[in-house]
């Protein structure tokens, strides 16, 4: 039986890069790369997790309001059925987010929802559209990667269409239990069935980069760093 927690444990010690150039070792070439213009919102955020997913869409409900208070009113429903403000109940310990938003300039996330997911000890959030309150999200360090920063709330603009089916986020099919790797370079998704090979060929290439680039440091008489040691 397949040590699946294990193989992801040793899997997050890698680059970004390094389980790219893996991939491409067993014959995945690009497939797996999320578009690039989805990025950390800040830097130092590392992320290597199976995947939950749940889908967005544009609303056709129409909203009716006269007071803030009836404002109010329909934003609490809203959160609470159409379009739940943490995406969805089944989202644990351990796991990603992988939210898909059409790329659409839509506050899915912020740092309510964000404090939510960080008392589950949730891995990440990828966004395939809009972040909100960006400064609080890096002074509670939560890990939060997005295609864009945000403005307006989602409330009768979208609404929540699936959870936990396949779906298309920066151009990469991502099913439940893929598992999604992300640092400062950006983000790229492993199919589950391939975590093992790809696992084992991501160490051996970051190995042997640390090692090559720590002969280069002693030539250049660079003090090691915890990049080449």
């Not at 929802?113 to 960080?118: E, H, T, V």
């Not at 509670?140 to 979208?158: H, L, S």
């Amino acid at each position: 039986m397949t040590d699946t927690s294990g193989l992801i444990k040793t899997l997050s010690q890698v680059r970004l890069v390094d389980v790219v150039d893996a991939l491409d070792y067993i014959g995945i070439r690009d497939v797996g790369l999320i578009s690039a213009e989805i990025r950390p919102i800040y830097e130092g955020i590392k992320i290597c997790a199976p995947a939950k997913t749940v889908r967005c869409i544009p609303t056709r409900r129409p909203i009716v309001y006269k007071t803030p208070e009836e404002y109010e009113q329909i934003r609490q429903e809203w959160y609470a059925s159409i379009c739940p403000a943490f995406g969805f109940d089944d989202l644990q310990e351990g796991d990603v987010l992988v939210a898909t938003m059409e790329g659409a300039e839509v506050g899915f996330w912020g740092s309510y929802n964000g404090l939510m997911a960080q008392a589950r000890k949730v891995s990440g959030v990828v966004l395939d559209g809009g972040c909100r309150d960006r400064r609080e999200l890096k002074v509670q360090k939560a890990p939060v990667f997005a295609r864009k920063f945000a403005r307006t709330e989602t409330i009768g603009r979208f609404e929540q269409e699936s959870v936990n089916k396949t779906v298309v986020c920066g151009g990469v099919q991502v099913r439940v239990g893929d598992i999604v790797f992300g640092d400062d370079d950006g983000l790229a998704v492993v199919p589950i069935e391939r975590l093992s090979e790809v696992t084992k060929l991501a160490k051996e290439v970051h190995e042997l980069d640390k090692r090559n680039r720590g002969e280069w440091y002693r030539k250049m008489g660079i003090s090691l760093d915890d990049t080449v040691v």
